[in-house]
């Protein structure tokens, strides 16, 4: 027993260097896996390196596992000690083994903080692992990490830069300034490579593992903390996704996305619009970092800078004029990418949603831009041609920016002034030259859109969720409490109300008789969805 | 071009009929059997998967089969000097298994078995000062690891200790426009992840905050033709998904919007009846986790052969009764 014990231990002390010697003779390995082997052929390691790929050999795992596993978790009960190169070879086996083991991620936490392990190490191993694990909740964790990790340094060493160069400033010693200043832009290449590389390791897992819930929300967890609203990076996701979800119209995490990037990008136009602007703070090192290099458009960071701008400010209003038909083109061409992939690939629930989540948005958005009170008097909704007949004029400013509640996004908090967009306004002319007016999703329109699905479609599935679809446009959207409840009681045929789902207290809604009928509604939906 | 259907078909020949013996077996002897490779896979959540073995036994009132002492014993031992608990021995401790800890200790009525206070010490330490809680000294935050605090807290009677106006005012944040919710702000909707939400908003006497109809109609849309749930759209059902989903109804008070016999039905499937156990979806292998959540499942469906399970802690109510937690559930 004693001797088969060693024998294992010889054993596997040579995987674990085989492993770590195939990654110094390959620093480009880019996959990993195991390949099924059941009995070791002899005299050969169980380590295969073809091209970028590594392989293990099945039969050594059950061996190799629980030894390095034993060996780490006798280092962390101080019963065995491991020198700082043998904790990094081990638990690089052991993550790529078991990436979800949390104490061996922790322990590389903790080679990086005294220096031993350089991040981009970690990142590098995190990203092996996901090629075989693409889910892994821990690698995704530990990835956060090491990110926040380095947004820190990149902060530090840029707040010094900083320092240093008012002080050489100060000294008129610009030779020395300028190197600073180069070394600050060297810091924010380095930290979009870093983005870069950082969306591709997403891709790759999102691909690698359908709807994927660890992956997507990594990356909105890095756009937010490493892009926050930088409108080019926005964008540039927005067009790079599209090819993707055409490709994927299954992944509901893929579409949840876009509409995560949709809702950022109006949030940021919206605040670039309104004509009184209060200065926009932004954890982002693009945009209030230390580290220059920043890729928010000059007009929209001049916007922000200024705070106030006065009504004069031609260029300015160009720029509202300029983020409105942004927004007005990114709901358009959104609303049409939907339709076409619905009459593509019928029968997909995932895209349905999308529909009600941009369409929802679409119309919070109108809502926002509905006057407040009367104030604005002659000012009106943009492409009032198309408003919502069943929509009344005046918007109810009173719930505007609600949704701030209704999700963390903070996509509206500020309600959107109307000025800069109203056809009163003399820049109008000057937007409508353009083009013709984008048409816009109104309720009739949407109603129409599942008519004709209903029409001239015979899948079972897709009929389901076009009705579904018109009956949460009939109780979310029309019903919705408008000015009083009287409207609701005779809702749900349709263009009725002005709101969006209002989030008002469940207490409230299932003590009122309208909500109980809601409920009988929505009972005989979900039937309706089990029985068709 | 016909569309690939995201479900299962239950054969005529799946199981139909709770085999709770073969079950209770199933558990009993899960522990004993320790294959080296296996037992290391999974050691990272052992705690967890000792949660969940306990309480369907607990359910099933077969409790007394397990090794109390040594389950004791080996939870004092997974205490850390800063009051968390690690999966396992030499593991870090973690609020996830923090709360399994905690939930085991009050089967056995023998929460005094660690340092209760400390255990305090260690929630309140992780409530950042937007409210959400990191899930260990690392930082990573996510709504589980909220309901983890509050489950913890409130299991010990020690709500009072975090700061739950901040607390409620991070998960409220992390709700979108389907009524359901996401890990953070701006993420998905997730069946988990809701029920972690509702969960939470129930213990901290909150559930009002919550669109219940909004969010009943996304939860119902999970219900497929086989009966079973998905824990987001296009997604397969799933045991723990059903649990989910299901529980989280229950909290909204909206659990009559399903087909409860097809789920029943879905469930009664994903027995082994040779092994004993229930997987994910008929015909997989099973495990105690799943195990747990179609038990549990079953019992808020009404089976009265299992005892009433709670919908926001995941333990037989008589536990919670004795114990003085009574979540607020919506009618």
Redesign the interface.
């Known amino acids: 027993m004693a001797e088969l014990e060693e024998e294992v231990d010889v054993l596997v002390q040579r995987v674990v260097k085989d492993i770590n010697n195939a990654f110094k003779r390959n620093p480009n390995i880019d996959e990993i896996g195991v390949i099924p082997c059941p009995e070791a052929r002899y005299n050969r390691s169980p380590i295969v390196l073809v091209e970028n790929k590594l392989g293990v050999e099945s039969w050594c795992?059950?061996f190799l596992?629980?030894y390095v596993?034993?060996k780490l978790?006798?280092y962390?009960?101080r019963k065995h000690w491991l020198d700082r190169e043998a904790l990094v070879d081990i638990t690089c086996t052991l993550l790529l083994l078991?990436p979800?083991?949390?104490?061996a991620w922790?322990v590389r936490?903790e080679l990086v903080q005294c220096g031993v392990l350089h991040p981009e190490k970690d990142l590098y191993l995190g990203m092996l692992a996901l090629t075989k694990f693409p889910k892994s909740p821990?690698t995704w964790?530990h990835r956060?990490?090491v990110l926040?990790q380095m947004l820190h340094q990149f902060f530090a060493v840029g707040e010094s830069s900083k320092q240093q160069q008012q002080q050489q400033q100060q000294q008129q010693n610009g030779e020395a300034a300028q190197a600073d200043g180069e070394r600050s832009h060297q810091l924010s290449d380095h930290l979009a490579r870093t983005l870069h590389q950082e969306m591709k390791v997403c891709s790759d897992a999102a691909c690698r593992y359908p709807?994927n819930?660890n992956a997507?929300?990594h990356r909105?967890?890095v756009l937010?903390h490493m892009a926050k609203g930088n409108v080019k990076v926005f964008h540039d996701e927005l067009s790079s996704m599209r090819l993707w979800v055409s490709m994927h119209v299954?992944?509901?995490?893929g579409f949840?996305y876009r509409q995560?990037l949709l809702?950022e990008l109006i949030t940021v136009l919206s605040h670039a619009a309104a004509p009184a602007v209060t200065a926009v703070t932004s954890s982002s090192p693009f945009c209030s970092g230390p580290v220059p290099g920043t890729v928010v458009p000059h007009s929209l960071s001049h916007a922000h800078a200024n705070g106030e701008l006065s009504g004069a400010d031609t260029a300015a209003e160009d720029e509202r004029q300029h983020s409105c038909t942004t927004v007005l083109q990114l709901f358009h061409q959104e609303m049409e990418l939907c339709s076409d992939l619905i009459q593509s690939?019928?029968?997909?629930?995932?895209l349905w949603?999308h529909r009600?989540?941009v369409f929802?948005?679409w119309h919070q958005w109108r809502r926002e831009q509905q006057p407040h009170g009367s104030s604005n008097g002659g000012s009106r909704p943009i492409h009032r041609n198309d408003s919502d007949p069943g929509r009344p004029e005046v918007g109810d400013g009173s719930r505007a920016g609600r949704?701030e509640?209704?999700?963390?996004?903070?996509h509206t908090g500020e309600p959107m002034e109307v000025d800069g967009v109203s056809s009163s306004d003399p820049h109008d002319s000057k937007r409508l030259k353009r083009g013709a007016p984008l048409p816009s999703a109104t309720l009739p329109s949407e109603h129409g859109f599942v008519g004709g699905v209903l029409r001239g479609c015979c899948?079972p599935?897709?009929r389901r969720f076009a009705l579904?679809y018109k009956k949460?446009l009939d109780t979310?959207i029309a019903q919705q409490p408008s000015s009083s409840s009287s409207d609701r009681e005779d809702g749900g045929q349709g263009g009725g109300g002005d709101g969006?789902?209002?989030?008002?207290?469940?207490?409230?809604?299932?003590s009122s008789p309208l909500?109980v009928a809601?409920?009988e509604r929505?009972?005989s939906?979900?039937?309706e969805?089990?029985h068709c | 071009m016909g569309?690939?259907?995201?479900d299962v078909i239950i054969k005529p020949d799946a199981p139909s009929l709770l085999i709770l013996d073969k079950h209770a077996d199933y558990i009993a002897a899960y522990g004993s059997k320790k294959d080296?490779?296996e037992?290391?896979?999974s050691?990272?959540?052992r705690m967890s998967g000792i949660y969940w073995g306990l309480t369907v036994m607990d359910l099933m009132d077969q409790l007394p089969r397990m090794n109390r002492d040594e389950i004791i014993d080996f939870i004092k031992a997974c205490q850390h000097e800063c009051g968390g608990m690690?999966?396992s021995?030499?593991?870090?401790p973690?609020l996830l298994y923090t709360l399994s800890a905690v939930q085991i200790l009050c089967l056995y009525d023998s929460v005094d078995a660690i340092d209760v206070d400390k255990v305090v010490e260690y929630v309140k330490g992780l409530q950042q000062e937007d409210g959400s809680f990191a899930?260990d000294k690392?930082?990573?935050i996510d709504t589980r690891f909220s309901f983890c605090a509050v489950a913890t807290l409130s299991l010990l009677g020690k709500m009072d200790k975090m700061n739950v106006d901040k607390a409620v005012e991070f998960v409220?944040?992390?709700?979108?426009?389907?009524?359901g919710f996401?890990?953070?702000?701006?993420?998905?909707s997730?069946a988990g992840q809701i029920y972690c939400c509702t969960g939470f908003l129930s213990l901290t006497g909150q559930?009002?905050?919550?669109?219940?109809?909004?969010l009943?109609?996304w939860l119902?849309?999970r219900?497929l033709?086989s009966g079973g749930l998905n824990g987001?759209?296009?997604?397969l059902p799933d045991v723990c998904y059903s649990w989910w989903v299901l529980a989280s109804l229950k909290i909204?008070?909206?659990i009559?919007?399903?087909?409860k016999a097809?789920l029943r039905r879905f469930i009664l499937a994903c027995q082994d009846e040779e092994t004993g156990g229930f997987a994910d979806r008929p015909g997989d292998m099973v495990d105690p986790f799943h195990t747990l959540f179609g038990i549990a499942g079953l019992s808020l469906l009404g089976d009265e052969q299992i005892k009433p399970v709670n919908p926001v802690l995941c333990m037989p109510e008589d536990v919670l009764q004795r114990a003085g937690v009574q979540p607020d559930i919506?009618?």
Not at chain 1, 100 to 103: H, K
Not at chain 1, 250 to 253: E, G, I, L
Not at chain 1, 345 to 350: K, L, S, V
Request: include cysteine; charge should be negative.
């Open positions: 795992v059950k596992l629980p596993h034993n978790l006798l962390r009960q078991n979800d083991f949390t104490t922790n936490k821990e964790i956060r990490w926040q709807s819930y997507w929300s909105i967890w937010q299954s992944d509901h995490s949840h995560f809702n690939f019928p029968g997909h629930e995932t949603s009600r989540h929802y948005l949704t509640s209704v999700n963390g996004q903070n899948d599935e897709q579904a949460w979310v969006g789902a209002d989030l008002q207290p469940a207490a409230a809604a299932a909500m809601d409920s929505k009972g939906c979900a039937d969805v089990l | 569309t690939q259907v995201k080296d490779y037992y290391t896979l050691e990272f959540l690690s999966a021995i030499g593991h870090d973690h899930g690392w930082g990573e409220l944040s992390c709700m979108n426009f389907d009524g996401g890990c953070r702000p701006g993420s998905e997730h559930l009002h905050q919550v669109n219940a109809d909004l009943g109609w119902c849309e219900q033709s987001r759209p296009e997604k909204i008070g909206r009559d919007w399903i087909d097809k919506l009618s």
